[in-house]
């Protein structure tokens, strides 16, 4: 049975007629292939093998099922030669089990190249919580299980991925995970914790900004911004962008309510926001000097990219590209200047990376990376990234990629490569079967 193509309700069936609680796939080095705990999921493990484009060695990736809710909890871990795994847990529905599964092995891959790009002593990985319909994302008691059972899964990974806040999850959400792991950050401040860092990532964002128009031999003052996605980062990015001098905003959401509290925030100021429908690609082709997508991935596909007028493109949104390949050629033969994500949107990380070292007011550890001298800095690396594009006639993303690939098979200087021995932990001792 192809189980790629069915929803994620439909996989928990499955899962109960064949009694299977937990599950992973692991990448073998020495045969390189991915091998999988149960027979019964192989057609998932044949599609990890023969996928070229969002399948890159990951070394892990274990799935579990709520014990009430029906719901399915998964880690993805992707490459850890800098460190643990690290990235946010994202709560979202999936209508296919090949959409989740791709959604997470492309956002572990990006938080790869994020940390590593942020020069942090992290590796790559991502959590998801499959929402399931039938069940009121809103109720309180609900959520309370479903994120206090999630971090009881994550306790069982035995550190090798430390989970955070993402799309989806709030900062309530992450101090029931932190009531069952202690392999998390991004909990609430009255816990010790560095809470939402959907600000920093607004001021990472304006930094790349303000690099790539440096690049180009201009400055933000007097542009007009397109934003896409006026949610936790949208919001505070218009903000900062304001404040830098900008002339116009135009901003678009699916969410009535979070059109409506922009309008109300920003009354006064020279905006345009709108409603849009989910499928509705109009608003790429509105007139401005930088389109900054701040919602969902692969929202940069052969659909959208033909529309931008935008002569810059640089948001907070994970995994911009459809395709990272054909997508990133496409915006680079249309003589658009591509700021790839994972480059910019690192703040939020590093919020979370810097946790356990304590407070400071001004953390110069945090400041560095919004500065413009610091050699990782957002600012640098933007700038070393477009320099190393132009130079050598590549599409920026493939730049970037190629610079975070090699930081990020650099081994952790105290530890080595723990996390890939914790996983062969895990599957020595039938995690699964647990």
């Known amino acids: 049975m192809n189980l790629l193509p069915i929803s994620p309700q439909e996989f928990i069936s499955f899962l109960k007629e064949n009694n299977i609680k937990r599950f992973y796939f692991v990448y073998d080095s020495e045969s390189e292939r991915v091998k999988s705990s149960h027979e019964e999921l192989d057609s998932i493990t044949k599609f990890f093998n023969a996928d070229k484009r969002d399948f890159r060695k990951h070394e892990g990736i274990f799935v579990q099922l709520s014990s009430k809710y029906d719901t399915l909890y998964a880690a993805f871990v992707h490459r850890t ?50 929402y399931n319909p039938e069940l009121d994302k809103n109720d309180p008691g609900i959520r309370e299980f479903l994120y206090k059972e999630y971090g009881q899964f994550i306790t069982s990974l035995k550190g090798c991925y430390v989970t955070a806040e993402d799309v ?9 995970i932190f009531s ?19 600000v920093p990532t607004a001021r990472g964002i304006v930094a790349g900004i303000v690099a790539a128009l440096e690049f180009l031999g201009e400055k933000v003052e007097g542009k007009t911004i397109a934003v896409q996605g006026l949610g936790n980062v949208g919001l505070p990015l218009i903000k900062f962008l304001f404040e830098r001098g900008i002339k116009k905003v135009i901003g678009w959401d699916i969410f009535p309510e979070v059109v409506e509290k922009a309008r109300t925030e920003f009354a006064g100021f020279n905006t345009e926001f709108h409603l849009c429908k989910r499928d509705d690609c109009s608003f ?29 493109i640089c948001g907070a949104a994970n995994n911009q590209l459809e395709d990272p390949v054909r997508d990133d050629i496409a915006i680079h033969n249309k003589g658009i200047l591509y700021v790839p994500d994972f480059l910019t949107n690192r703040m939020g990380i590093v919020n979370c990376a810097d946790e356990q070292a304590g407070y400071v007011n ?25 320099k190393n594009a132009k130079d050598t006639g590549k599409p920026t993303g493939s730049a970037a990629v190629e610079m975070a690939e090699e930081l990020s098979l650099e081994n952790n200087p105290i ?6 021995l914790i996983v062969d932990s895990l599957v020595a001792d039938n995690w699964h079967l647990a």
């Open 81 to 130: 030669n800098r460190g643990q795994g690290a990235g946010g847990l994202r709560y979202w529905q999936y209508f296919t089990m090949e959409e989740l599964f791709r959604d997470g092995l492309r956002l572990a891959m990006g938080m790869t190249h994020k940390n590593a790009l942020a020069g942090l002593w992290w590796g790559g990985g991502k959590g998801i919580m499959a």
């Open 168 to 176: 989806g999850t709030t900062v309530k959400d992450m101090s029931n």
């Open 362 to 386: 001004n953390d110069p550890i945090i400041e560095r990376h919004l500065n413009r001298e610091w050699e990782y800095s957002i600012h640098q690396m933007t700038l070393r990234v477009l």
């Open 284 to 312: 790429f082709g509105v007139e401005c000097d930088v389109l900054s997508p701040n919602a969902t991935g692969a929202i940069l596909n052969p659909a959208t990219i033909p529309l931008i007028k935008a002569k810059i």
């Open 180 to 198: 069952k792991t202690r392999f998390t950050t991004c909990i609430p401040p009255e816990l010790g914790g560095s809470g939402n860092p959907s």
């Open 415 to 420: 530890y080595g490569h723990r996390s890939q």
